[in-house]
């Protein structure tokens, strides 16, 4: 994972439960990003964060939460209010406007039980 | 904002015969491409990248891709390809200026299966 590291990698959730996904990395880069994955539907993007005690809502945020209290984490939880969190969850960082492309941990498979 | 257009969600192909992934992009603004590989359950591993320069640029595992502007295309090759190369291809975008703040725009995907 290039010093990206994603856990569980594979998590199960009753229906009305909270979750909480795991994002974690040693390469001090500044940009982290969470994607949700959909088969057919590409990735699209939850929730990103550029800097410490920062963080913007992306395309699909409704339903998630995030913190960025420490530079290395950025975990996101997956609400009850989520009506459809069935998912493969893909975290990324990238360093400067994006011109590096992102390295991804490997993910997280979430299914609702 | 950038949208991309991944223009098959599936292509077969024998073993050693070249390929072509097709990937089309709109945008307002100077652009930034790139193509990934999934394998599955695991995360995206970047295949090759255009910022600038040389149209033609070439990637990992043999890949290349071809930059073209007035087609607004990024289009991903191989001239031949292994049973390992069977995975599923992602194009993406991002503006060249940083208004973005980094974000890249994926296309829906191509499944590539190389047969024997």
């Known amino acids: 994972d290039g010093g990206i590291t994603q856990s569980p990698k594979y998590l199960f959730r009753k229906e009305g439960q909270n979750v909480t996904l795991s994002c974690e990395q040693n390469l001090n880069h500044d940009a982290m990003y969470w994607y949700r994955q959909d088969p057919g539907q590409g990735l699209r993007l939850i929730y990103y964060?550029?800097?410490?005690?920062?963080?913007q809502k992306g395309d699909i945020a409704e339903g998630y939460s995030v913190s960025r209290e420490k530079k290395e984490s950025f975990p996101l939880t997956v609400t009850s209010a989520q009506k459809n969190p069935t998912a493969f969850y893909l975290c990324?960082?990238?360093?400067?406007?994006?011109?590096?492309?992102?390295?991804f941990g490997s993910g997280t498979r979430l299914t609702v039980v | 904002a950038q949208s991309v257009t991944q223009l098959d969600s599936q292509v077969p192909v024998f073993e050693e015969a070249p390929v072509e992934l097709r990937c089309n992009y709109s945008?307002?603004?100077?652009?930034?491409l790139f193509w990934y590989v999934q394998y599955p359950n695991q995360g995206l591993q970047l295949l090759l990248k255009?910022?600038?320069?040389?149209?033609l640029v070439k990637g990992i595992n043999g890949f290349e891709a071809e930059f073209n502007k007035s087609q607004t295309s990024f289009h991903l090759r191989k001239p031949s390809v292994h049973i390992s190369d069977t995975a599923e291809y992602f194009c993406?975008?991002?503006?060249?200026?940083?208004?973005?703040?980094?974000?890249?725009?994926f296309g829906q995907g191509t499944i590539l299966t190389v047969h024997p």
């Open positions: 945008s307002s603004v100077s652009v930034y």
């Open positions: 990324a960082i990238t360093t400067g406007t994006g011109h590096n492309g992102y390295t």
């Open positions: 964060s550029q800097i410490v005690n920062d963080f």
């Open positions: 255009y910022l600038s320069g040389s149209t």
């Open positions: 993406a975008v991002t503006d060249a200026g940083g208004t973005s703040y980094g974000k890249l725009t």
